[in-house]
């Protein structure tokens, strides 16, 4: 073997993929469970990503095409490939598997169901997402086909909850980036069979447990024009808040795949759009993965946005939709949904004899080849084509069930059901209520003492009415994307009137808790009679809702009131009994101004999941101290928002702004809001540094002393806000900056520390088209919301950001490849000399080398790259930094960046033949 050569080259040009963690690094130093003599796909020395190079160059362009459909991808029995549904998921529980071909994938049966992503969201608790996904994540190993296929899940939903009246609120977990990256990045870690860090988990021995999907990119928050309208705004606003959650989970969990959005931005389909998949995803944030289209987004190019690209001589056609989106870097299509009879293993073939000229240049088969290979090397990270003795995961879950025995259909028994996943649904719906009010009530004979916990004697007369159609529905809504519950599964739901029965009798036999369904079957009239009855009870729970008549995928609120009559009936009900509690279980804000003042205590959660009647008898009887807090601001009126077509959020002459970090006008409840039945003091309020250089951290610390009667929990927020900033720059008035959960027995106090990194304080200058730190004064709030700031504590930044390089990516080709305009390749011939057009990203998103066709970036001086081949007989690096294919094989090289005394690296896969 050549000695390896390390040579150093400025270059001006680039892009690729780093490299996936992989189950092993080179084949010097890994073991291998196959012999020597296998092709490398099937040989474990190598790295996923080189045995993806392997297989995917045994197969014919129409072999290639066939596997960039979701629904599903061939077999191919001549390599040991086969069929395989990407069309999977598990928003809230593992809910539907691609096992057909050519229709959506079947929704399951009897599979946990647990409470929504907005109740996630509501808990502030990553570490209970956390624990959750990794439950969903081993529900899925049991029931996917062999445990080992179709484990790729179209989730999580991390669009923000920017308008209230969007169909698919209860899907995101909260209006905030910080917030949703905090929860979110739990979800993908813990189905994935990483740690809380993003590292694999040794237990895994190298191979991940499921694959998650990110989606929908980008600024997808609207259903009546998702499909054909256009989300126009400014890069700040992109970068600072539609994208920012997507940049921050990707960096923190690297997630195995990104979903685009149906939508145009800024006049380009996100299906097709260079910038967002390829400049921002890949080259900015650092993804790895690879990219699917919604369902049929590809199809919404032509039959909805009737695309004519810049330049072009027409709208696109069935077979260049197809083109221009691969081109972009979609590799999989959803090829249902909404869709007609072309999809890319009917039209890629086509598209690459017809040579069709992209935005990123000639379409040819060698970018079929990029997309392939990014397919099947998260298949290869899964385990699939490994021996199943050697995947742990594989082992582990025919321990919890054996093989075969699953069945997708009530005769199953619920058996996935189990007594783990049933708990962590229950204490999942305990920690997402949030308690928006808790007044005192005088009760007969004794003082006035807040409504909640109820108070139910060990014995006696004891009368508790559940008041509303949605406490003991004939059917119980568990949210979209949720399984079917056949009898078995029913059997282990709990709704809303069955928990708190069973919960008060526990604690008082002889008390009474009688239904009453207080509305008309169509819920438009309140019933006298029930409201009457409510007069003679100890308390009352009306328990209010929406569902998916209320809004749903393709269908926006037009208003938030509640449907039906049902705010009436809490009104009427609050009159006859001021004991009244009114829970809300909803798909986000609904208006409350007509009844908040007349109920003592109101609960807020959205789809509660399976056991949500235990979640909210546990709370009202005081079981569980509630702790969540309010993930969105909860605007007073509809009025009050712009337009929903509208994806501004600063606010303008005419409108107040979105989000509590624009948002000027007065709310019924502010973002972060949320009570308990104990009452938490912070004192001491300090931040460590009055002076802090912008690339320094700051620690802010505080005294918190549980001042109630009970063991409790409490989140507390940090905000940072730059209020001497000029009003010219429409900064936000705030930005969370931090939380933490604080859990105290009475009397107790403890210290909370909160660090900040300043520079992720930056905002984006459009000028500049770089990042870069406000100087001056820093306010930083200790709160319990947006809006109830408990201590201040102040510090000066100065300097400005160190620009370092952040991600290295690259798109590699020959100089025949760039005479002909073929932007990339991942397979050369013997003596070909490669060009790795490299791409570099530095910290404040400055972007430099080959960013896309007709656009580079000359490198800043005193930037140096080298390259390192892990197989020099494959690829040889020569002493003046030429990377040439030597010999047949694969190999990985490196690209090493250096620039202000920082390194950073990413990777590409060759292929010689």
Known sequence: MRRKVLATAVVAALTGTAAFQAVTTTASTASSSHGTSDPVYLNTRYSPEERAADLVSRMTLAEKASQMNSSRAAAIPRLGVA????????????????????????????????PVSLSLGSTWNPELMYDEASLIGDEARDVVQDNQRDLDFWSPTVNLGRDPRWGRNDETYSEDPYLTTAIASKFVNGMEGKDENGRLLREGRGYLKTLTTLKHFAANNSEFNRRNGSSDMDDRTLREYYTAQFRSIVQKSQPGSIMSSYNRVN????????????????????????????????????????????GYPRPLNQVERHAFANSAGEDLDCNQGYHDQYNYANTVPTAVAQGITTQTGLYTENDVDVSVVRLFTARMRLGEFDDESKVPWVREARKRLAPGTWTNSDANNAVTQTPERLAMARKAADQSLVLLKNDAVKASGKRAATLLPLQVPRRGSYKVAVVGPYANPESMYLGGYSSIQGAAGKANQVNGFQGISKAVKAIDPQATVDYLP?????????????????????????????DNKTADEDTDRKSLALPGAQAQLIEQVADANPRTVAYLETMGQVDV?????????????????????????????????????????????????????????????????????????????????????????????????????????????????????????DVVQLYAATPDASPALERPIKRLAGFERVTLKPGRSTTVRMQVKIADLAFYDEARKRYA???????????????????????????????????????????????????????????DVIDPQVTVTLSDDRIFGHVTKGRSVDLPAGMTVTYRSNRPQVVDVSRRGVVKATGKGVATVTAKVRYHGRTATGTFVVHVG
């Open 83 to 114: 069929a395989y549904g990407w069309w999977n998921e598990a928003a809230h529980g593992v809910a539907r598997e691609q096992t057909t071909d050519n229709s959506n994938p079947p929704i399951l049966t009897n599979t946990t169901s647990y």
């Open 267 to 310: 006049g380009t389909p996100a299906a097709a759009d260079v910038y967002l998949i390829d400049t921002l995803a890949r080259k900015t944030f650092g993804f790895k993965g690879y990219f699917t289209s919604d369902c049929d987004a590809i199809y919404e190019i032509q039959a909805g946005h009737k695309w004519q690209p810049p």
């Open 518 to 546: 207080g509305l008309s079957a169509d819920h438009n009239t309140v019933i006298a009679a029930d409201v009457a009855k409510t007069k003679g009870y100890d308390a009352v729970v009306v328990y209010a809702g929406t």
């Open 593 to 713: 101004e007509s009844f908040k003042a007349k109920v003592p205590a109101i609960l807020w959660s959205s789809y509660n999941g399976q056991r949500k009647g235990e979640g909210l008898a546990d709370v009202l009887l005081g079981r569980h101290n509630p702790s969540g807090h309010l993930p969105f601001t909860w605007y007073r009126s509809v009025d009050q928002l712009p337009d929903i077509a509208d994806y501004g959020i600063r606010p303008t002459a005419t409108t107040q702004g979105r989000t509590y970090q624009y948002f000027t006008g007065p709310v019924s409840y502010a973002f972060g809001h949320g009570l308990g039945y104990s009452s938490f003091r912070y004192s001491q309020v300090r931040v460590d540094r009055s002076s802090v250089d912008a690339n320094g951290r700051v620690t802010v610390t505080a005294r918190a002393t549980n001042t109630g009667r009970a063991t409790g929990t």
């Open 773 to 831: 730190v406000d100087q001056g004064r820093y306010e930083l709030q200790l709160a319990s919301s947006a809006r109830n700031v408990l201590g201040r504590a102040t510090t000066r930044v100065r300097g400005s950001l160190d620009a370092v390089p952040s991600v290295v990516t690259a798109n590699p080709h020959t100089a025949a490849d760039a005479a002909r305009d073929v932007p990339q390749r991942v397979f050369f011939a013997k003596g």
